[in-house]
C-alpha cells in the first residue's frame, strides 16, 4: 500500500536501512510574503493541519501563499471600491468634508477586509 507521501508524487531514498523521504523545500518568495499571506499560512497551521502539511510536502506552499495574498489584495481593492461607490463616497465628498469622507472609507476598508477574510483567507 503507497504511503499518502508517495500517493502525491514523492519518492524515498534508503539511507541505512530506512526510507527517508525526499524532501525539497520551498523556494522562498520572491519579495516578501503580504498580510494576507502570512494570515492563511497562520490559519492552515492552527486550523487546517493536513492542508498545510500537503502543501508543505507537495513544495507548493509558497505558491499557494502568493496566491492568496494576491488574490484577497485584488478582492479587497475591488470591494472597497464596489462598497464606496454604492455609498456615495467620492472624490467630491472628499473636498467637502474630508474627515467625513475618511471616517466612511475606513469603514469601508475595514467591512470589506472583512468580508475578504471569512470568503478566502479562512475559508
Request: aromatic share 6%.
Amino acid at each position: 500500500m503507497a504511503s499518502y507521501f508517495e500517493q502525491r508524487g514523492g519518492t524515498y531514498t534508503p539511507v541505512n536501512g530506512v526510507q527517508l523521504p525526499d524532501l525539497v523545500l520551498d523556494a522562498p518568495p520572491p519579495g516578501p510574503l503580504g498580510k494576507f499571506g502570512r494570515m492563511r499560512k497562520r490559519y492552515l497551521e492552527q486550523r487546517r493541519d493536513g492542508t498545510f502539511t500537503a502543501l508543505v510536502l507537495s513544495g507548493k506552499l509558497t505558491e499557494h501563499l502568493l496566491e492568496m495574498d494576491q488574490t484577497a489584495r485584488d478582492q479587497l481593492a475591488a470591494l472597497t471600491r464596489q462598497l464606496a461607490a454604492d455609498e456615495g463616497v467620492t472624490e467630491s465628498l472628499k473636498a467637502r468634508n474630508q474627515m467625513e469622507w475618511v471616517r466612511r472609507m475606513n469603514s469601508i476598508r475595514n467591512r470589506a477586509e472583512e468580508i475578504v477574510k471569512n470568503e478566502l483567507i479562512y475559508n
